[in-house]
């Protein structure tokens, strides 16, 4: 009679073989095992497990799984994180596989359900069950990897076949022994390979035991070596003779009175000492302890540099090593003139404010010159974990002090000055905000007993002068941005990078590059031209790297040339720059009808945006382009309205919005241009245009407007007018809200330029048209 054949879907299992009668729960991830389960929960949850002859194959073939397996029933499915489940089965029966009947999109497998064989020999069975249970008795005892109570259970199972799968199922084996008892039908024999399996496994755990025992006796050897040493120590100090740990104690303490410490610094330091007396030399909690000692004496608790108060001398310091910055400069010798008068004035939390090249962070440095302060530097970009900033406990593995230690440590006085580099660069994660930890640090009130973790005493900053810089205020969180006074290092002017080059970037450049300064001569026109048409920058990074450019290629031609000196021309730069890079809008020689010159502000500085629109027949279309920005193309629509408002009043035909359509565009279209400041510009435009007026080729303005014709305040005046001034613009209209920051004009430009106030948009109007006028409109 043929036996029945059972269709099951088949999953290989890798390292794990499962008997009958076994609990067991395993995890699947691949994808043809995942549609198994699944399959086998949609028909009676049974599915046969067989394991994989190779773990590590991925997807393996018929031949690379064995025939024998288990019949199984799911008891449980949970999913986990990602694409895996784990599945929890019970085992039923060993079954073969006598064909696959399906590979793709999973296994499937006609499986042979297979008995045991059992002859009728109870004798022979019943001894067989007994030294098995008796071995598996010692295997307890010396693995204590099963619980005793298993004995308990198998005392109640009387099948011997399922005595053995129990048994089996509890033995730590390699998965080819594994496989041999679940290949075992008869149960005499499988009964057999358990006995020899469990007396070859006890026989090793007996050898472990004796090995373990032969490592604890040396343990206790060690031990006893080091109460040994303790007492040779002992001895040693009755004789007299001193030891290295006793010599080590003394310079502790040498240090210790030489280093005048605070009370508290002083009690917790001998403290730690005492401690140290009393470990072992050679034990891990010396070392920590040495480490934590030599911590605390680095820092210098009460060593302090002398400021110069000579306000006069720290003035020239500073103007020595920076062109410009005045509102920087100001600020420091503020602070050193009430210095000098009230000697207990803490130190300011300065933050430099700016684009990346302005100078930030050499403008510190050159106040730790002048105040003859030692200058410490910390940046913070990237900086996540609190741990960073406040140190780790001690309690930790390899635990440090936070790095605002480690540069009091570096700067070996009280009162550097400490620069806090890209403090808008800080994140925060799982580890901690360290934005918050710097609170405490940057605060005043509160840094005089600033409480480092590693440390645990209060450490006095009170004295440190702070200095931080960031590219941008928005990524501060605003109780810390409320610690610091902020000074805005806004970007140069033309005029400025031209002295920043002449006095300090080329004289840099021959040192990095060994040059004598007579043999290459930069004339003021290359310099003008290296700034105008090679570099777009707020900063001078890249005029510096513009500058070695030109001195490389001419030591180059020097050498080539066989010359002593060379003097560099505009020429020069063209030669060895290239075509130029930059160009500036030029102001049209000619006056005409609907063009007129704006002033802009870009991350690189000022530059000239002139409108130009043009009045044609239509249905009252307002078209814009030129890659215009949201806030442009308001000021746009407002501008019209208020030009369809006041037609009439600027003699424009009432009825121009019914029949004529505007078109506004602004030159260079594929730059992105946005701001609020292009109203009156706009405005001035489409009343030339609508009116048929011409406007002065000389002229240029900036400000927004409201729909009731008030002109509103711009900002970065200072940069659109040395834009316009370049341009060839004689005449600037601004706000009249702007008044105040004509001081911040150089007077070298302003001596050149004529300045009008509006108030209005009719103050713009009135100065904005030349006398002549036609009315053909």
């Known amino acids: ?55 590590k194959i991925e997807e393996p073939e018929e031949n690379e799984i064995f025939n024998i ?42 499986v042979e359900m297979l008995q045991d064989e059992i002859l009728d020999d109870e004798t022979r069975c019943e001894a067989l069950i007994r030294s098995v249970k008796e071995d598996f008795e010692e295997y307890i005892r010396l693995s204590n990897n099963v619980s005793a109570e298993i004995l308990v259970n198998l005392d109640e199972v009387d099948d011997p076949g399922r005595f053995a799968d129990i048994i089996s199922s509890y033995l730590i084996l390699k998965e080819e022994k594994k496989q041999e008892l679940l290949e075992a039908f008869d149960v005499y024999e499988r009964l ?43 001895i040693q100090e009755e004789l007299g003779e001193d030891d290295e740990n006793k010599k080590e104690i003394q310079e502790y303490s040498k240090k210790i009175k030489k280093a005048k410490l605070p009370k508290e610094v002083k009690e917790k330091v001998l403290y730690e000492l005492n401690r140290l007396k009393n470990t072992g030399s050679y034990s891990s909690e010396g070392g920590v302890i040495r480490t934590y000692l030599d911590c605390i004496l680095d820092i210098p608790w009460n060593k302090r540099t002398k400021d110069n108060l000579d306000v006069k001398k720290a003035r020239e310091t500073l103007e020595d090593e920076h062109y410009g910055l005045h509102d920087v400069k100001d600020r420091i010798v503020e602070y050193l003139a009430v210095k000098s008068m009230s000697k207990s004035l803490k130190g300011p939390i300065l933050c430099l404010v700016g684009p990346p090249g302005v100078g930030k962070t050499s403008i510190a440095r050159s106040i730790a010159n002048a105040l003859n302060r030692n200058f410490v530097r910390m940046s913070l970009g990237g900086v996540r974990d609190e741990a960073e900033i406040r140190g780790h406990r001690k309690t930790y593995v390899g635990a440090i002090p936070g ?6 440590k570096k700067a070996k006085s009280k009162n550097p000055l400490f620069l806090l580099d890209e403090i808008d660069k800080m994140n925060s994660d799982f580890r901690g905000d360290p934005a918050s930890a710097l609170l405490e640090v940057l605060d005043s009130e509160q840094n005089s007993s600033f409480r480092d973790h590693y440390l645990e005493l209060d450490l006095d900053l009170s004295e440190v002068m702070f200095i931080t810089t960031a590219n941008s205020l928005d990524t501060i969180p605003r109780p810390l941005l409320d610690r610091m006074e902020i000074i805005e290092v806004s970007g140069y002017t033309y005029e400025e990078k031209f002295h920043i080059a002449k006095r300090y970037l080329i004289s840099k450049q021959f040192k990095e590059h060994d040059l004598e300064e007579e043999k290459v001569n930069f004339s003021d026109s290359a310099i003008y031209k290296i700034i105008e048409n090679y570099t ?77 629109v043009s009045v044609m027949h239509g249905k009252g279309k307002l078209q814009l382009t030129g890659q215009l920005g949201d806030v442009m193309k308001e000021s746009a629509q407002a501008g019209y309205s208020y030009v369809r408002a006041n037609a009439q009043k600027y003699e424009i035909n009432p009825e121009f919005y019914k029949d004529k ?51 509103l305040p711009i900002g970065g005046l200072k940069e659109k007018t040395l834009a316009a001034f370049r341009a060839g613009i004689d005449t600037i209209i601004i706000p009249k809200a702007n008044e105040k920051d004509i001081r911040k004009i150089p007077k070298s430009v302003l001596n050149k330029i004529d300045v009008i106030l509006a108030e209005k948009i009719d103050d713009v109007l009135q100065n904005a048209f030349i006398e002549e006028k036609n009315n053909d409109n």
């Open 1 to 55: 009679m043929e036996k029945e054949l059972i269709l099951l879907p088949l999953i290989p299992l890798r390292g794990i073989t499962i008997f009958p009668y076994m609990v067991l729960h395993f995890d699947v991830g691949r994808k043809k095992s995942l549609l198994a389960v699944e399959e086998a929960m949609l028909n009676g949850q049974k599915i046969f497990l067989a394991s994989q002859k190779e773990a």
């Open 69 to 110: 397996g288990t019949i199984c029933n799911i008891k449980q499915i949970l999913k986990l994180p990602g694409d895996t489940i784990r599945v929890l089965v019970e085992g039923e029966n060993r079954a073969k596989i006598v064909n696959y009947s399906q590979k793709e999109p999973f296994l499937k497998a006609e």
């Open 192 to 234: 057999e390979k358990l006995l020899l399996i469990l007396k070859n496994e006890n026989e090793i755990l007996n050898i472990e035991k004796k090995i373990g025992l032969k490592v604890k006796t040396k343990i206790d050897k060690s031990q006893k070596d080091y109460f040994l040493r303790e007492q040779i120590k002992a």
């Open 403 to 408: 790095r605002i230690v480690n540069g009091m």
């Open 536 to 612: 777009r920058e707020s900063g001078v990074r890249s005029l510096e790297r513009r500058i070695a450019a030109v001195i490389r290629k001419a030591i180059a031609d020097m050498l080539q040339k066989d010359r002593d000196k060379i003097s560099i021309t505009v020429n020069h730069v063209k030669k060895y720059l290239g075509p130029e890079i930059f160009s500036y809008d030029k102001a049209d020689k000619q006056d005409k009808v609907g063009v007129v010159m704006g002033m802009a502000w870009t991350g690189y500085g000022g530059d000239t945006l002139p409108v130009e």
């Open 661 to 711: 359509d505007i078109h506004i565009h602004a030159p260079e279209g594929a730059v992105p241009k946005d701001g609020p400041s292009a109203g009156v510009t706009m405005i001035t435009a489409m009343v030339s245009a609508l009116g048929n007026r011409k406007v002065k080729h000389n002229l240029a303005m900036t400000g927004e407007v409201t729909l009731t014709g008030r002109v």
